[in-house]
């Protein structure tokens, strides 16, 4: 990350899993990054996207160790309940629809309502949340994955109102979602099997797109190459 600070901080949020875990391997091999947290739900402190209490509590945790300067929402589920994407309107299900917004969409949007002021001001800092291609409303072509893409595209919509927020405060900031490509992790295995992309792999690939992006005042929707995907 060559446009950071040197001796720049991140944390990582999601790290227990496999493209989290990437990152926080990514940045604890970059000779500029001077600290990186790891934060999951058994993390200490932990974090659970359905507990705003333990949002707070964590970036409270947080604090002391900051500013930072790159923050990394690798948090999602495509799978909950033992149920995965719905293929036809009639598997639509509402309970499994909240369940998807909740860890989607609300969590990540309470993760950047706490953990946003403790990133630096007046320095370049980038927020990153991994998204999803098939969030893109304009993308859609296939149908189908009716609560995934539903969180997905919510989940865009927040992080592009709270960009639009954040660079009053911070017109530094960088603020990225992110389509990862298709990486190899037990979210993705049972649809794609082992033909996907090593998780280091792409989460090389996304810091150093994210190290490229310039502050717009906006989020920027790009994938893994550093194209921009239509929200």
């Known amino acids: 990350m060559n446009h950071l600070p040197k001796g720049y901080r991140a944390f990582v949020i999601g790290a227990s899993g496999a493209l989290g875990a990437a990152f926080v391997r990514q940045l604890q091999s970059d000779p500029r990054c001077g600290q990186v947290v790891a934060v999951s739900r058994q993390s200490s402190p932990g974090l659970d996207l359905v507990r705003e209490s333990s949002i707070k509590a964590c970036a409270q945790a947080l604090s002391a160790q900051g500013p930072f300067h790159l923050a990394i929402d690798a948090t999602g589920a495509l799978t909950m309940n033992e149920r995965g994407p719905e293929k036809r309107l009639d598997e639509l299900d509402g309970a499994q629809l909240l369940d998807l917004l909740q860890l989607n969409a609300v969590g990540p949007a309470l993760v950047l309502k706490h953990f946003t002021p403790l990133l630096a001001t007046n320095q370049r800092v980038i927020w990153a949340k991994l998204s999803a291609r098939v969030g893109s409303i304009e993308d859609n072509r296939k149908g189908g994955w009716y609560s995934y893409r539903a969180a997905k595209a919510a989940l865009n919509m927040l992080v592009q109102t709270a960009a639009i927020e954040m660079a ?52 920027q929707f790009v994938d893994y190459l550093g194209q921009s995907i239509s929200w």
Do not use: H, K, W
């Not at 405060?169 to 992790?185: D, E, I, K, N, Y």
């Open 168 to 219: 009053r405060r911070r017109p530094l900031a960088v603020v990225a979602a992110l389509q990862p490509g298709t990486v190899r992790s037990p979210l993705s295995q049972p649809f794609v099997g082992n033909a996907a992309m090593d998780p280091d792999e792409s989460a090389g690939r996304l810091l150093a797109v994210l190290d490229t992006l310039q502050p717009t005042g906006r989020a």
